[in-house]
């Protein structure tokens, strides 16, 4: 089965991306949470009888904070680390946390892009 991503742009480095995840639960997400929930309401019917439907929002509940989580991950770029959620809590947190990123990781694609243009422009003057 194919998977389903989103084609876009880091806003920061300008790397072509995929985002496999969206922000928002699918139609199929739904039914699964839909037939999950009658599977533990018929596996638990005998001790709680139509009772067991009450799992509908902890199912629910755990299935969009999953989503919501990988969601997070894909998002923050693997290049140069930038986060647009950080970035629109606080911008000063979400530089330093790309600073952090790029001292961690000096093989970046992005380093040895900015490495290359200091050379060719060195070149030049």
């Not at 790397?15 to 699964?32: A, D, E, F, I, W």
């Not at 139509?50 to 991950?73: C, D, M, N, Q, T």
């Amino acid at each position: 089965m194919k998977k389903n991503s989103k084609d876009c742009f880091c806003a920061l480095c300008r790397s072509p991306r995929k985002l496999r995840y969206s922000r928002y639960l699918s139609g199929q997400h739904y039914v699964q949470i839909l037939i999950l929930t009658v599977a533990i309401t018929a596996a638990a019917f005998p001790w709680f009888a139509w009772k067991g439907v009450g799992v509908l929002p902890l199912v629910w509940a755990a299935f969009e904070s999953i989503h919501k989580s990988l969601y997070r991950k894909d998002l923050k770029c693997p290049y140069c680390g930038f986060d647009p959620k950080w970035y629109k809590k606080d911008v000063k947190l979400a530089r330093q946390k790309v600073e952090e990123f790029l001292k961690q990781n000096p093989e970046s694609p992005i380093l040895r892009r900015s490495r290359t243009e200091e050379t060719t422009t060195s070149h030049l003057n």
